[in-house]
T-cell receptor
Framework: EPEVTQTPSHQVTQMGQEVILRCVPI?????FYWYRQILGQKVEFLVS????????KSEIFDDQFSVERPDGSNFTLKIRSTKLEDSAMYFC??????????FGQGTRLTVV | RKEVEQDPGPFNVPEGATVAFNCTYS??????FFWYRQDCRKEPKLLMS???SGNEDGRFTAQLNRASQYISLLIRDSKLSDSATYLC??????????????FGTGTKLQVIP
């Protein structure tokens, strides 16, 4: 069964450092998303990507965040200068057409 | 009004009970609807799609009322393994090809022995 894969599963970084979270969406999907979930809280939308550009982004997705699809398969989320409050699970999702979104297993980001 | 609203719970129910979750959405042009299940520290996983005609999968029944912009999930004969957070998810109307996926806050279910 096709699946969305995310790496790394857990990333520990120092405050102020840059991190790149990686995702390989399902190959024939068209829509790509990043969400985050702070421990014990709801799933929050960060950004969506379609047709090689950002379609929509939330207030959370400020200038510290960026996304790329550098090679047609990977979909990355970069946080330029991490803050303590960026600690969360980050989920990548992809979707084709009217179907449901499929999620990766998440990257747990811990900023110390 | 939030785009997708759910009662956050928690719902604490005994094994064998029937429990119902509700969800409302604000955009009448929304296209498709789903219930996801999320276990602690895991990714959301699709439980079932929701159709206007209603659909059933074993102990789970989902209903959609487009007129009221309301979605429900019924779980019969609750099992301990049903304990999780249930997320209502709505696909918006496509705009220029793009389609937004919006999550409700999730409803936490705890099934008690």
């Amino acid at each position: 069964e096709p699946e969305v894969t995310q790496t790394p599963s857990h990333q520990v970084t120092q405050m102020g450092q840059e991190v790149i979270l990686r995702c390989v969406p399902i190959s024939n999907h068209l829509y790509f998303y990043w969400y985050r979930q702070i421990l014990g809280q709801k799933v929050e939308f960060l950004v969506s990507f379609y047709n090689n550009e950002i379609s929509e982004k939330s207030e959370i997705f400020d200038d510290q965040f960026s996304v790329e699809r550098p090679d047609g398969s990977n979909f990355t989320l970069k946080i330029r200068s991490t803050k303590l409050e960026d600690s969360a699970m980050y989920f990548c999702a992809s979707k084709g057409g009217q179907s449901e979104a499929f999620f990766g297993q998440g990257t747990r980001l811990t900023v110390v | 009004r939030k785009e997708v609203e759910q009662d956050p719970g928690p719902f604490n129910v005994p094994e064998g009970a029937t429990v119902a979750f509700n969800c409302t959405y604000s955009n009448s042009a929304s296209q498709s609807f789903f219930w996801y299940r999320q276990d602690c520290r895991k990714e959301p996983k699709l439980l079932m799609s929701v159709y206007s005609s209603g659909n059933e999968d074993g102990r789970f029944t989902a209903q959609l009322n487009r007129a009221s912009q309301y979605i429900s999930l019924l779980i019969r004969d609750s099992k301990l393994s049903d304990s999780a957070t249930y997320l209502c998810v709505v696909n918006g109307a496509p705009r220029g090809g793009y389609q937004k996926v919006t999550f409700g806050t999730g409803t936490k279910l705890q099934v008690i022995p």
